[in-house]
């Protein structure tokens, strides 16, 4: 929504792809641009910052994946003279979000092999880096006044929500990232209310786990039902037997992404 709460910015493939905007109560959607994911209101609704790359869950997106983060007006439909870079010399940029005073935005990217949380001036400039541990960071959100920067990260084992100070001006921050925990075993897709108090998540629950079955190769047929090898709720993948058929290796997804 933008910050009068009259329109709402989107990604959409109509026309070949790209950001468009509409009135809230359903009015015609307009194109702004033919490029453009996750797009993001600036605080006077005047301009929409937007990445150039998309992802779908963020375990998924490769460290070969390029973005970067493009400013561009929200009033109607832009050529490419009115695009603004804000990222040049980030080789990686994804998910911005602007903070409420206008003066940074907010990001995550991929940088030997890690995905860390970043701050860029709205105007371009050197950004600012604002976690550096092993642990997954993605989706860095502004609270309401400025003072904190939220995000989701599986520093603790699940994914979840975390908070970090920060001044909004220079990127700086100010203590040690701290949990805010959801009743959720993976959270995504948060936001956040205009005044700070309440929060709306997706609580993805993905579980996975190998089975095997009686096959028949003359009459080329599964006989019987099927009985489960692993148990629990992580996500097993990629099976493989060995030539004995005694044991079976498998890879794990998520925290710990470990091979058993």
Not at 2 to 11: K, T
Not at 93 to 116: E, M, T
Not at 143 to 167: A, C, E, H, Q, T
Not at 231 to 239: E, M, V
Request: glycine letters at 10%.
């Amino acid at each position: 929504f933008s910050p009068d709460g009259r329109q709402i910015a989107f990604r959409s493939e109509r026309e070949g792809g790209g950001i468009f905007v509409m009135g809230m109560a359903g009015e015609p959607a307009k194109r702004l641009t033919d490029f453009g994911y996750h797009p993001a209101w600036s605080p006077d609704g005047r301009y929409i910052v937007c990445a150039t790359s998309a992802f779908t869950v963020v375990e998924g997106r490769a460290a070969s994946q390029k973005s970067q983060l493009f400013v561009i007006p929200a009033g109607g439909a832009s050529g490419s003279s009115d695009r603004r870079l804000i990222s040049a010399g980030i080789e990686d940029a994804v998910q911005p979000h602007w903070s409420p005073g206008g003066s940074r935005v907010a990001f995550w990217n991929i940088r030997a092999g890690n995905r860390d949380l970043w701050t860029v001036p709205a105007d371009g400039g050197a950004p600012v880096q604002v976690t550096r541990e092993p642990a997954t960071d993605w989706h860095p959100l502004w609270s309401p006044d400025g003072k904190y920067l939220y995000f989701l990260s599986d520093r603790k084992g699940s994914m979840n929500l975390w908070r970090v100070p920060i001044d909004e001006n220079s990127g700086r921050t100010l203590g040690p990232p701290e949990q805010i925990t959801t009743p959720s075993a993976y959270t995504m897709h948060f936001s956040l209310s205009l005044n700070g108090h309440r929060l709306a998540y997706v609580n993805r629950i993905d579980n996975g786990n190998i089975f095997r079955v009686e096959f028949d190769p003359a009459r080329e047929t599964v006989v019987g039902a099927s009985v489960p090898v692993t148990h629990g709720s992580w996500r097993a993948l990629y099976p493989d037997v060995s030539p004995d058929g005694n044991w079976l290796a498998f890879s794990t997804w998520r925290r710990p992404e470990d091979l058993f």
